[in-house]
Structures are given as C-alpha cells and as structure tokens.
C-alpha cells in the first residue's frame, strides 16, 4: 500500500475542452503551496487558464509555480496570507490585470484536533478566517469580474469533505467550516442566477502532507502498522481502501468549472469512496 503524496505528471490531469479555458481567463487557487491546492493549480495550468495561486508558504508556492511552467501552463504565484483582508484583496487585484477572472477554486485549510470543551479559541478563529471568511471574502471579490465579464459567466468551487456531510469526533470546527462551505455554495449560487454558479468538493482521506503525517502518529498510539491505519481508520467506512490522490480532486474542479457541469449549481461532488453513503 503506497501512502507516499504521489508526483504529478501531465497526464495525470483530465484535459478538457472548453472555449473558455484559455490563457486570457484567469482562475485563483488558493493554497497553490501543497496538496490539493497544487493539484488544482496545475491542472488549472495545463487546461490552459491563466493561473493564480495563492498561499502563505512562498517556497513551496514558487515550486507550484516552477512545476506549471515545466507543464506547459502558466500560473503567476502571489505571497497571500489569508487571515489579511488587504493580502487578499490585493491579490485579487493582481489577477484582474492578467486577464478575466471567471474560475475562483477555495482549496486552502488545516486540521486542529479536540473537543469542543477543550477546542482552544485561538485554533477556531484562525480556522474559520482561513477555511470560512477567507473563501467568502475571495468570492465577494471575484463575483463581480464574473459578472463583468462577456457572457457573464463564473464559477466557483469550494474544497469541502465528508465532513460536509457526517462529523467525527474531536474535529468540530473542521465539521463546522465543512458544512459551511457547502452553504456558501448554495448561497452563491442562489444568487447567480444560472450564470454565476458554485459547488463543493466532498472527499474523504486524500494523499496530502496534511493526512499523511497523521499516520505515523496514529500507528504509536494505537501500537498498529502505518498500513493498518490508512485500511482500518482512516479508509475503515469506505468501500475502497486506497486513499485518493491530489490530483484525483484536482480533476473534479476542472470538471466543474466546464460547461459538461453546467447544471452543477449548488450541488456538490461526493467522490468518498462509499464512506458516506453505504456504511
């Protein structure tokens, strides 16, 4: 059992095609650094769109961008820390001059493990700026490019989970902003009267630094293989025992930003496994 962040290559990414993936488009990716944020950037690079991604980690966003130029695409890696309304409206601001923007992916978030009576407030606020505000605040900002633009056509996908649909234990603001992202969705796409639309990403355990270093921690304390915990905790209610790659997700934001989703509004892709609905 591989539980190593898999490479990415060029043909690990759904190409589709779509009038409006091109280089005049711009699409922002927030948490471009890592994980699923990077998978989505560069597939969003290799699909042709004019690419943003945003992060606090400079070093690994540099690399993102590094690895879309050796790709063939084209992402423009800007410094944002999303807990400062300034950095992200600033960042905004910088995509707009590259072109117009039409596909907004909020990928960014972090995991903090407690209870709710010992849940530190420090851990919540910082949680729900990032993973919350930050998402509301970045498709305030984008909407109305959106609606600027020609045919007046946008789409915005929100990084939810299977926690946006059952919860567990000890993670009650990740459940939290789960649940809310996907409200944010409908909220947007409510509004968008059929042009501006929105939609979540619901996964279980992906091949990502954020789970994976989970696991070694995870086999001490319960006195089990690395292995045995992917297959009987983590994958335990899933059908499938193999945990996704990045890129796996990555592939159903662009599937979402294209006109094949088109009456995807609202809704939400629920890619877990089985783990939601059969167990």
């Known amino acids: 059992m591989d539980i190593t962040e898999p490479k990415i290559t060029r043909d690990d990414v759904l190409i589709v095609t779509e009038d409006s993936f091109n280089r005049s488009n711009v699409c922002i990716v927030s948490g471009a650094g890592t994980g699923i944020g990077r998978a989505t950037a560069l597939a969003a690079a290799v699909n042709n769109l004019t690419t943003v991604g945003l992060d606090i980690n400079e070093e690994e966003g540099r690399k993102t961008q590094d690895m879309a130029e050796e790709m063939g695409g084209k992402m423009v890696f800007l410094p944002t820390d999303l807990t400062k309304d300034d950095d992200i409206k600033r960042s905004v601001e910088e995509a707009a001059k590259l072109g117009t923007i039409k596909y907004l992916a909020n990928i960014a978030g972090l995991q903090y493990i407690d209870s709710v009576e010992n849940f530190p407030m420090d851990k919540y606020d910082l949680m729900m700026r990032i993973m919350l505000r930050a998402p509301f605040y970045l498709s305030k900002l984008t909407i109305p490019h959106m609606r600027n633009s020609p045919d007046g056509v946008g789409v915005i996908g929100n990084m939810a989970s299977v926690h946006g649909h059952i919860t567990t234990r000890n993670k009650p603001v990740y459940n939290i902003t789960k649940f809310g992202l996907r409200a944010l969705s409908q909220s947007i796409s409510a509004e968008g009267d059929g042009k501006v639309r929105s939609f979540t990403v619901s996964t279980g355990f992906v091949k990502t630094h954020l789970a994976l270093h989970q696991i ?36 159903l934001f662009l599937f979402g930003f294209s006109h094949h989703a088109r009456y995807l509004i609202g809704g939400d892709l629920l890619f877990d496994g089985g783990m939601v609905l059969t167990y």
């Open 216 to 251: 070694p921690h995870q086999a001490e304390q319960r006195g089990i293989t690395p292995e045995e915990v992917v297959r009987d905790v983590m994958m335990g209610k899933s059908r499938i025992k193999e945990m996704m790659s990045p890129i796996e997700v990555a592939n």
